[in-house]
Every structure is written in structure tokens, then in C-alpha cells.
């Protein structure tokens, strides 16, 4: 039954700090009074809102709807009233604000009436599981949030081997895939079931660190005669990052992903155990993808546990929930040690990526030094999980030299911080290689500007000169016919043609004189009056100051 | 003797004849090294380096008229790039030129001042203002590229530079504090 297995570059063995926060089950969060949506919860372009304040949503309503192909719709997770659509604090590690909706909840968790379910799925399309997958708003669950429905779509001639369920989640703290499993297994057995027929998969295998005995048992138990035929649960070894999709794709099968291609190239499709109870979540029962697990942790909580949080659910409700020593939170983080970011606002809302909210006290970020010159001991090459040079990567992200940065393939790093983990200088390495990924795209957008404005300009500069020889040609053009008519009068001299033109003016200027144009159609009567009033003012003339008396 | 001539005559009209019809065959139309100077240039068309814009920039820097320090919207980045291009050596940024930009920047038109003459139209080298005679104006925000060359033609002063808003998409990560990489000597100092 020992099924072969393989080992990843590098990695580091990690305390896990996971036992406090597994030993309570997972509770429903309960419902805030408010909760605050962002409409970008995933990669991808942002959701457009689709509803107005001041209406009335049901539970699981669409309240964004995705304008593009990388994107996932927006839900409404209760029944409320939208109170607002404005800019708010969201889990972003820049700390800007981004469009969230607002929604006022009623306590009523009303459901939108009509939903589908599909409980015979085997007897559904691919193609209409992906649109029910994308509809649900489902994305990667792990912690990257990329929409799943893409990830099941192998794209023409392309077959998928093995179906991978990454159940790893190697990342010390975190715990809510764990439970999950433990509470969940048969959604995410039926999850998988579900995404194995959309991608026409042969078999699934499903990764779990060996320190997860319970997730393991409770998933062995779960599993039928029927799925064992082509579901294998493997246990792994505890290293982080084995939680990396290509750490765990080696791990399980000894292959590894090239440089700049997907697991899809290799005939793998891996997908996080959220995911799947999430899938199962949508396509069985009709549930979009309104919550989550969240694991609420760190020094600073006196309660560790797992919640399952409402998106939009301020982090700071949450904490709450779990007694948090609030004056001894010194930083908030969401998601693991490794690769999470700070948190500055507590009223951040949950989003579909918060696995883990992780408290830290003043003493435990205490020991965080200055950082120091590099030795070149060489230490972050040996943990590199993706088999690359830290040392050189840092240096040229210092220098700015963003090719050679390019060269040393800084976009196949994972930021998984082992290198910044065992740097005996505490040089905060990661920060380095996010900073020149980040000027890199930067730089992109730039010379697509660039290139954009140069087309503009060009065609302008074409538009002007084409105008230029137009007019140049009618210019021509008059002045020949010019040249023509006069060809025509030739025996006429200049003089008399003013002369006639002259003569013109004066004949109209007359004609003008005699008759004023409201003289037509007049009675005699009237005709007689005006004669004796040109009379009395030929008489009159002059003295003009008369006239107005006698009139 | 005779052959050995023969034969070398003959390879000397073949050869030229071959280079002859690859001088004509591949002949490469303008300069190459003005496009990819070109490509280089930041295309906002602003004219800060005197010349009418970025092509004719590059020109004259192909031909030696030009140093490659003159491009205030392209800055150290593109003074960089050129230096690597034609092996020469990086400059600071000639300051009669101007001063390199913090941020980027767009303008705006104040639609309720704007008089609707068309001025600022014609000064933008790549169309991104919108509008007709004795009609209101705006600034099509994408394609502005921030070179302020409408800003002198306005009559009523309505166009206004502001900075280009910067969402998550375009955040980007600080470099870390490299001020803060400095040796711990106060255990040395307690050593000794």
C-alpha cells in the first residue's frame, strides 16, 4: 500500500503551534450587524455591483456579477438591506481601501427561493458543472483565490492524469483545511468526485501531512467501496512548503512543473480540500460560496479555534468570538507566519482567501532584527524549495536591474520565506524579490502605454499629413477652376467685370429702396395713408423734430 | 596560370553578383537603432528634450545630435537603457530639461471654466481630448499620457495636473529599507 514518494528541494521543518486551535469543533460564527463585501475577493478583474442601495437581498443572492473571463461573481452570504457601495478597507497587504457593498443584515438568513441542486452530477456535462462552479463564485480556497472553474477547464487535446486534493496545509498556525476534513469529509469527497468528472480526471490522489492523524482517519472512513476504486489518500511528510501546489505535485508524483507552465502541461490538476467542499457545497446543494473556515489564533488569543465566518465579517468581530487579549494584539496577520501579511485595520472584512487570522503580541515580533550584510553563507539556496539562487535574486533586486532579476527566474519563486526564515543577516529576502515582481509588472504596464501612446501618436501624425495633402489638393483643385472660368472671359477686362458687379449692387440697392418687403398685399386704403404720410414728410423735411407731432 | 585566373575571375563575378542582389534583396529600410531607441522612450510626446517628440528624439540621438540625458519622463530608467543600448556611459538627468516626475500624473479639464475652443485639442500629440468648437472638453483619463503640452494653449486656464490614481492593481512593493543594513557592533565593542 506504501505508495512512492518523492522529496521537493530544500524546505524547513517548522514548529506547528497547530494543537491549540484544533482542539474545540468549528463553530458558525454568529452574523454581525454589518458586514462589508469587497467586490474583489479573488485574482482576476474586480466583480461589477449589480445592486443599488437601499435594496433588499436574499441570502445567496448575486450582488457582483464577474465582466470577465478571470474573475468570480459576489454573493450576498445573509438576508439584508444594501446600506451602501463605497470604498473600505480591505485584506490587501498595501492596507488601501477598495469598493466593498455594504450589507445591513436582518437576522432572518433568509434563502433566495429557486435554487438548483444537482445531486446526480455524474450525469451532468463538464462544461454545465464549470458554469454551476463559476456561478457559485467558487475560487481556490488555499490562500491564491484563483477562479476553479478555470482551473477545470483542461483546455482542447490536453488530459488530465491525476487529480490532486491538497490537503497539506503545511504552514504552522493555520488549521481550518485540517478540521475541515475532519468535520467535512464526505463534501469533499463528493467535491472531488464532482471536479474528477469535470476535468474527465483518472485518478485523485489527496496529500495530507502525516501530522494531521485525524484528517486522515476521518477522510479513510468516509470513503466508499465505489470511490476507493480511483481515490487514494497519501500521507506526506511534515515540511514546509509541501502545501505548494508544485511542492506537493512533486512530492506525489516526481514531476515537476517547467518554468512559466501549469500543472495542466504535466497532465495535473490540483486543487485545495476547500475547494472541494465548496464544489460539493454548490453543485449538490445549490449553496454558493458565501463563507469559509477561518482559523482565529496567535499569542494574543485566549480562545484558539476555527470559526466559519460570513465574508464580510469584520476580522475584529472575530477576534472577538475567540477572547482576544485586544491591548496585546501588537499585529494582526492574515494568513500563515510564512506567507501572510500585516493587517492594519481590524474592521477588514473576511474574504474568500482569510484562512487564518494569526495575533501576535508585542514580545513575539520583538526578536525581529535589523537586518545585516549578506555572508554568502549560501543557506537560502539550500531551503529553496524552487531550486533557485536567493543570494543573486537579492542582489539584483537591490541593484534594480530588473533582467538579470529576470534571468535569475525570480517569477518562478513562491514566496514561501524559507530563505528570509533561515537568513542568519535577517535580511528580509521576499520583501526584495515582491519588490522587483512588482516593478516588473510595473514596467510592463509602462511599455504598453508607451506603445500604445506612440500608436496614437503616429496615426495622428498620419491623420495631420493626410488632411495637409488634402487641402493641398483642393487648393489645387480651386485655383485650376479659377484659372478655367477666367480662361472663359478672357476677351472681358478686369474693370468691367467690376463694373457690372457694381452695377448689380446698385440696381438691388434700388429695387430695395422703392419697395420694403411688408408693402405687398395692402388695401387701397392703407395705400392712400402711407402716399399722404411720404407726402407730409417730403413737405416736412426740413425740419425733421416736426414730423413726430404731426404723426 | 591561365586557369588559376580564369577560375578566380569567374568565383570574383559570382560573388558579386551574390552580394550585389543581397544589397538589394535585404536592404533595410531607416536606421534600426532609431526604433529601438524609440522603443526605449517613454512616448508622452512632451518635447522637454527639444525636439518634436520621441522619434525625432531618437533620431538625433542615433546621429550624435543628442545626449541621452534629456528625457525627464523617462528618468534614470531609460537613461539606463539607452547607456546599455549604445555602450555608453550612464548620465544624471540634465536638469535644463527638466527635473524627472515623482508620480505620474494626468490632466484635467475643469468642464465648468472650459470654453470649448479646441486649443488644447490640437496640442495633444495622441488625441486624448474629447470635445468640439464651442463645446465642452474632457480629457480621455487612459489615453492622457501626462506630457502637459495642452496646458500653455488654454485661454482660461480650466486644464489642472493631477496625480494618476494608483489602485490595488497598481500597487507595488517597497524596496526595504536598505539604510537599516548596517553591522551590529556593540557586542565587538563589549568584547574589547
Not at chain 1, 199 to 225: F, P, R
Not at chain 1, 423 to 442: D, G, M, N
Not at chain 1, 483 to 488: E, F, S
Not at chain 2, 135 to 147: F, L, N, P, S, Y
Amino acid at each position: 500500500m506504501a505508495r512512492k514518494l518523492w522529496h521537493f528541494h530544500g524546505g524547513l521543518k517548522l514548529e506547528g503551534h497547530k494543537h491549540a486551535s484544533m482542539v474545540d469543533a468549528v463553530e458558525a460564527a454568529p452574523i454581525p450587524s454589518q458586514l462589508t463585501i469587497p467586490i474583489q475577493q479573488h485574482i482576476g478583474a474586480p466583480a461589477e455591483p449589480i445592486v443599488s442601495i437601499g435594496d433588499k437581498v436574499k441570502k445567496g443572492q448575486v450582488i457582483a456579477e464577474m465582466q470577465a473571463t478571470v474573475s468570480a461573481p459576489v454573493h450576498a452570504p445573509t438576508s439584508g438591506t444594501i446600506s451602501a457601495i463605497e470604498d473600505h478597507p480591505v485584506p490587501h497587504p498595501s492596507g488601501l481601501p477598495n469598493t466593498c457593498i455594504v450589507l445591513d443584515t436582518d437576522d432572518q438568513d433568509e434563502w433566495l427561493e429557486g435554487r438548483k441542486t444537482h445531486s446526480q452530477f455524474h450525469l451532468l456535462d463538464p462544461e454545465e458543472l464549470r458554469i454551476l462552479i463559476r456561478n457559485a463564485g467558487i475560487v481556490g480556497l488555499g490562500g491564491a483565490g484563483f477562479p476553479s472553474y478555470l482551473k477545470l477547464q483542461p483546455g482542447q487535446g490536453k488530459l488530465v492524469d491525476t487529480f490532486i486534493l491538497n490537503g497539506a496545509e503545511c504552514e504552522p498556525w493555520i488549521t481550518c483545511d485540517a478540521l475541515l476534513m475532519q468535520q467535512r469529509a464526505r463534501d469533499i469527497l463528493d467535491g472531488l468526485s464532482i471536479m474528477r468528472h469535470a476535468v474527465q480526471a483518472g485518478k485523485c490522489l489527496i496529500g495530507i501531512e502525516d501530522n494531521k492523524a485525524d484528517a486522515i482517519q476521518a477522510l479513510s472512513d468516509a470513503l466508499t467501496e465505489d470511490e476507493k476504486q480511483y481515490i487514494e489518500i497519501v500521507t506526506v511528510p511534515t515540511l514546509y512548503p509541501t502545501g505548494g501546489e508544485k511542492q506537493l505535485i512533486k512530492v506525489l508524483t516526481g514531476m515537476e512543473i517547467p518554468s512559466h507552465k501549469l500543472p495542466i502541461d504535466i497532465g495535473v490538476v490540483c486543487h485545495n480540500v476547500g475547494t472541494a467542499a465548496a464544489v460539493a457545497d454548490a453543485v449538490i446543494r445549490g449553496i454558493p460560496l458565501i463563507s469559509r473556515y477561518v482559523t482565529v489564533t496567535g499569542t494574543a488569543i485566549d480562545k484558539p479555534r476555527n470559526l466559519h465566518a460570513l465574508f464580510g465579517t469584520p476580522m475584529d468581530f472575530l477576534l472577538q468570538q475567540c477572547d482576544v487579549q485586544r491591548d496585546a494584539v501588537a499585529r494582526l496577520v492574515m494568513g500563515g507566519p510564512m506567507m501572510g501579511f500585516e493587517i492594519n485595520n481590524l474592521q477588514t472584512p473576511v474574504i474568500k482567501t482569510t484562512n487564518c487570522l494569526l495575533t501576535m503580541q508585542q514580545n513575539d515580533i520583538a526578536d525581529e532584527q535589523t537586518a545585516l550584510p549578506c555572508i554568502r553563507c549560501g543557506e537560502c539556496a539550500r531551503v529553496c524549495p524552487s531550486q533557485l539562487l536567493p543570494q543573486q535574486l537579492y542582489w539584483w533586486s537591490k541593484a534594480k536591474d530588473f533582467d538579470k532579476v529576470q534571468d535569475y527566474k525570480v517569477f518562478d519563486c513562491i514566496e514561501c520565506g524559507c530563505c528570509s526564515y533561515v537568513c542568519p543577516s535577517h535580511i528580509p529576502l521576499v520583501q526584495y524579490y515582491r519588490f522587483a515582481k512588482t516593478e516588473i509588472w510595473q514596467q510592463e504596464r509602462d511599455k504598453q502605454k508607451s506603445d500604445h501612446a506612440r500608436q496614437r501618436h503616429e496615426f495622428r501624425q498620419h491623420r495631420m499629413e493626410l488632411k495637409k495633402q488634402e487641402d493641398e489638393e483642393r487648393r489645387r483643385k480651386k485655383k485650376e477652376l479659377l484659372k478655367k472660368t477666367q480662361g472663359d472671359k478672357k476677351d472681358d477686362t478686369k474693370k468691367s467685370a467690376i463694373e457690372e458687379a457694381m452695377a448689380r449692387v446698385q440696381a438691388k440697392k434700388q429695387q430695395q429702396n422703392i419697395e420694403s418687403k411688408n408693402m405687398d398685399n395692402l388695401t387701397n386704403a392703407q395705400r392712400k395713408q402711407i402716399e399722404e404720410a411720404d407726402a407730409r414728410r417730403e413737405r416736412m423735411k426740413p425740419d425733421d423734430s416736426q414730423e413726430d407731432t404731426n404723426s | 596560370m591561365l586557369e588559376a585566373i580564369l577560375v578566380l575571375a569567374i568565383l570574383a563575378i559570382i560573388f558579386g553578383l551574390l552580394l550585389g542582389f543581397a544589397a538589394v534583396r535585404f536592404k533595410v529600410e531607416g536606421d534600426p537603432v532609431v526604433d529601438q531607441i524609440d522603443a526605449m522612450l517613454p512616448q508622452t510626446q512632451c518635447g522637454q528634450c527639444t525636439y518634436a517628440g520621441c522619434r525625432p528624439y531618437a533620431e538625433a540621438i542615433a546621429n550624435g545630435e543628442a545626449d541621452i540625458n534629456q528625457c525627464p519622463p523617462g528618468g534614470e530608467t531609460v537613461i539606463i537603457a539607452l547607456a546599455d543600448l549604445l555602450g555608453r556611459d550612464p548620465k544624471p538627468l540634465n536638469a535644463e530639461h527638466g527635473e524627472a516626475k515623482e508620480e505620474k500624473t494626468v490632466v484635467v479639464i475643469d468642464e465648468q471654466v472650459c470654453i470649448g475652443c479646441t486649443l488644447c485639442i490640437q496640442a495633444c500629440p495622441v488625441d486624448a481630448i474629447l470635445g468640439a468648437a464651442k463645446q465642452m472638453h474632457t480629457v480621455i483619463k487612459d489615453e492622457c499620457t501626462g506630457c502637459n503640452l495642452c496646458i500653455p494653449p488654454c485661454p482660461v486656464d480650466c486644464i489642472h495636473i493631477v496625480p494618476l490614481e494608483t489602485g490595488l492593481k497598481e500597487w507595488k512593493w517597497p524596496l526595504p529599507d536598505t539604510s537599516m543594513v548596517k553591522p551590529d557592533t556593540s557586542n565587538i565593542e563589549e568584547q574589547a
